[in-house]
C-alpha cells in the first residue's frame, strides 16, 4: 500500500492522489519512469526525490522519515510493512484520567500484561516499546496514547500508530470496539462477552475493595481480549479500506 501511496508527498493530497491513480501512476516506480500530468517538472524533481527517500527509509525500517511526511491518520498504509512487528496495545484505568490499571500488549504471538501495583513499570514498558515498529490501538490517539505519555512519560514520535477506530470509520464501521467487532464476525470468550468500558472500572474497584482475585482476572481478561482481537480487526479492515479509496 505504502509504495503505491503518494499523499506523503509535499503539496499532494488525497485529491491529487487520486488523479495520479487516474493516470495509471500506479506506484512509486510509475510516477519515477512515466509522464505525469498536472505536476510542473520542477516539482516533479523534487517529489522523485521524496519517493527515494521514502524507499531507502524503507529499505532500512526507518520508519521516522513517515512521521514527518504521512499524515497521521495515514499511517495505516504501512501495515504491511509493520504487520509482523507490531505491538496491540489497550489500557483500562479506574475511572479517573491519567490513572492506569492494567495495560496490555500482544505482538501476534503473546500477550503482556502489567497491573497497578504488581509489575506496573516505565522501564519495562517503554524497553518493550523499542522492540517494535509499530503501534495499533483502537481509540489509542484520544485515549491511550495520551494517558500513558502522562502516566510513563513515554514519546512515541519513533513508532508507526496505526488508529483503528479512525480506519473503521473510513468504510462506515463506527462505535465502539465490541459493536464492531459484532458486525464483522469477531467473538470473545464467554466470560467477558458481555464486559464494557464501565464495568472495567467497577471490576478494579471491587478488587481494590475486596481483595478477590477475581475480579482481576476477569479484568485482565477482558484486557486481553481487546488486545488480541484487534490484530483480525486490523487485517480485515485495512484492506478494505484500501480497496475503498484506491482505483
Not at 459484532?182 to 481483595?211: C, F, H, M, P, S
Not at 480485515?236 to 475503498?244: E, F, N, R, S
Request: aromatic share 12%.
Amino acid at each position: 500500500m505504502i509504495r503505491e501511496s503518494f499523499i506523503f508527498l509535499e503539496g499532494v493530497g488525497s485529491l491529487r492522489e487520486k488523479k495520479l491513480w487516474q493516470q495509471g501512476i500506479n506506484h512509486w516506480d510509475h510516477f519515477l519512469e512515466q509522464p505525469v500530468q498536472g505536476i510542473a517538472q520542477k516539482t516533479k524533481v523534487k517529489h522523485a526525490f521524496q519517493i527515494k527517500q521514502a524507499e531507502r527509509a524503507l529499505q532500512d525500517y526507518d520508519f521516522s522519515f513517515f512521521h514527518t511526511t504521512l499524515p497521521k491518520n495515514q499511517h495505516w498504509r504501512l501495515f504491511q510493512q509493520i504487520k509482523d512487528n507490531v505491538v496491540y496495545l489497550d489500557i483500562e484505568t479506574s475511572g479517573y484520567y491519567g490513572d492506569i490499571t492494567v495495560l496490555g500488549m500482544y505482538d501476534g504471538q503473546q500477550t503482556m500484561t502489567m497491573v497497578k501495583g504488581k509489575n506496573m513499570d516505565k522501564e519495562l514498558f517503554n524497553k518493550t516499546l523499542q522492540n517494535y515498529d509499530g503501534i495499533a490501538t483502537f481509540n489509542g490517539s484520544s485515549f491511550d496514547l495520551p494517558i500513558i505519555t502522562r502516566y510513563f512519560g513515554t514519546n512515541f514520535n519513533n513508532h508507526v500508530h496505526i488508529d483503528l477506530r479512525h480506519v473503521c470509520s473510513k468504510i462506515g464501521l463506527r462505535g465502539g470496539l465490541k459493536n464492531i467487532e459484532k458486525e464483522i464476525g469477531l467473538k470473545r470468550a464467554e466470560e467477558v462477552a458481555g464486559v464494557t468500558g464501565e464495568d472495567a472500572v467497577y471490576l478494579w474497584q471491587q478488587y481494590q475493595a475486596t481483595g478477590n482475585a477475581k475480579y482481576l482476572q476477569l479484568l485482565v481478561q477482558y484486557n486481553e481480549e481487546d488486545i488480541v482481537n484487534l490484530e483480525p480487526l486490523a487485517k480485515k479492515v485495512i484492506p478494505q479500506v484500501w480497496k475503498a479509496i484506491h482505483f
